[in-house]
T-cell receptor, first 111, second 112 residues
């Protein structure tokens, strides 16, 4: 089955810096790669996703890149703000299969 | 719209007791999921239902059973709770397995 590795497990940045979180997946049949943000005491919420026919996608300060050959995808957050502090999860799924998540990255943005 | 509703929000069980976690969604989604979240382990898939009438095991199904009661409801049952099942349980739903999944607020379960 699918296995998703996520790094780093913790990330501390100064406000205004960029943050990058990286994930690798094992199943070449996976073709959907979302990123979720989880705030304390809440369920995860989707912030951006990418499909295998696209190499990059951007939404304001957030971007995701996908390298299908290397089975690698990354989340980029620019101009970080204190409200970006949360736990971020990457995930992967294929046709008919459920999302398999990485173990999460705790992002701390200090002002 | 309520989205995905989980009940209860908190529960304490004694070892060996049984209980059912309830989940309902009002988005007419086809697929529903149960995950557990433990510190440092991320979200691990217990069971999922890709469509009404089907269920499949996920990464950590042992000790759990599920029922897709209808399109709206997907329940998770612990037949004989163990301390290792202490966790936060999340239910989620999506239109299909490769589309955005919407999560409930979670059930915090403690087994003593």
């Amino acid at each position: 089955g699918e296995n998703v590795e996520q790094h780093p497990s913790t990330l501390s940045v100064q406000e205004g810096d960029s943050a990058v979180i990286k994930c690798t997946y094992s199943d070449s049949a996976s073709n959907y790669f979302p990123w979720y943000k989880q705030e304390l005491g809440k369920g995860p919420q989707l912030i951006i996703d990418i499909r295998s026919n696209v190499g990059e996608k951007k939404d304001q300060r957030i971007a995701v890149t996908l390298n299908k050959t290397a089975k690698h995808f990354s989340l980029h957050i620019t101009e970080t703000q204190p409200e970006d502090s949360a736990v971020y999860f990457c995930a992967a799924s294929g046709a008919g299969t459920a999302l398999i998540f990485g173990k999460g990255t705790t992002l701390s943005v200090s002002s | 719209n309520a989205g995905v509703t989980q009940t209860p929000k908190f529960q304490v069980l004694k070892t060996g007791q049984s209980m059912t976690l309830q989940c309902a969604q009002d988005m007419n989604h086809n697929s529903m999921y149960w995950y557990r979240q433990d510190p440092g382990m991320g979200l691990r898939l217990i069971y999922y239902s890709a469509s009404e009438g089907t269920t499949d095991k996920g990464e950590v199904p042992n000790g759990y059973n599920v029922s897709r009661l209808n399109k709206r409801e997907f329940s998770l049952r612990l037949e004989s709770a163990a301390p290792s099942q202490t966790s936060v349980y999340f239910c989620a739903s999506s239109d299909r397995t490769q589309y955005e999944a919407f999560f409930g607020q979670g059930t915090r379960l403690t087994v003593v």
